[in-house]
């Protein structure tokens, strides 16, 4: 996603660097384009909206459009904003008063589940945690061997069940197994699904209960 999203802007910021002086109709559909980015890398409207609005309104201020490099003005804080909505501390994931910790990733066919779960696993271990991750996806074929070489490749343990295995017992078999390996946090790695899917959707509160 975060790749995806810096080729836009970058692409974006290339088009406006391209300009001498700038107008606000120049920001304004510079910033249309931010909106599209940020969109297509399913950020909240809300969030979108608010940023939008707040770059807006620092970027054609007097200070930036009488600029002698104006488009390096907007670029600036366009960063600075998305600095200050990413957060300027990277947080640290404490472990639970009794571990292990279970984070559950959810969301689309396709929006990197599998390999958040890896990098997060990772970031955890860094930190002097001690991560497992559980292949909780019983419908993909390849979900649970793609996990398996990511733990190999990073040196963290995972749990995999052949496919089309329940999904709850397989979650509830890796905590089990998390619990005998010491582990600090249980990372799910669950399958993709969409609101709309009733069935996929109770599956996901019962793994959440």
């Not at 080729?7 to 088009?15: T, Y």
């Not at 930190?127 to 993909?140: E, K, T």
């Amino acid at each position: 996603m975060f790749e995806a999203l810096s080729e836009k802007l970058q692409e974006v910021f290339r088009r406006l660097g391209g300009r001498g002086r700038l107008t606000e109709a120049d920001v304004d559909a510079a910033l249309r384009e931010v909106r599209v980015a940020l969109l297509d890398a399913d950020v909240n409207y809300r969030v979108v909206r608010d940023f939008i609005g707040r770059v807006r309104e620092r970027a054609v201020g007097a200070e930036v459009l009488k600029h002698l490099s104006p488009a390096q003005q907007v670029i600036k804080i366009v960063y600075e904003e998305l600095v200050n909505l990413l957060g300027p501390a990277v947080p640290r994931l404490e472990s639970p008063a009794q571990p292990p910790g279970v984070v559950m990733l959810v969301g689309l066919q396709g929006s990197g589940k599998t390999t958040t779960a890896a990098k997060l696993a990772l970031h955890l271990r860094r930190q002097g945690q001690r991560p497992f991750l559980v292949a909780a996806d019983p419908y993909r074929p390849a979900a649970g061997a793609q996990l398996e070489i990511l733990g190999r490749q990073l040196d963290i343990p995972v749990y995999h069940e052949p496919s089309g295995r329940d999904a709850v017992a397989t979650a509830e078999n890796g905590l089990r197994r998390a619990r005998e390996a010491g582990a600090s946090w249980v990372i799910l790695d669950t399958a993709g699904r969409l609101h709309i899917a009733d069935a996929l959707m109770a599956e996901l509160a019962a793994l959440k209960a």
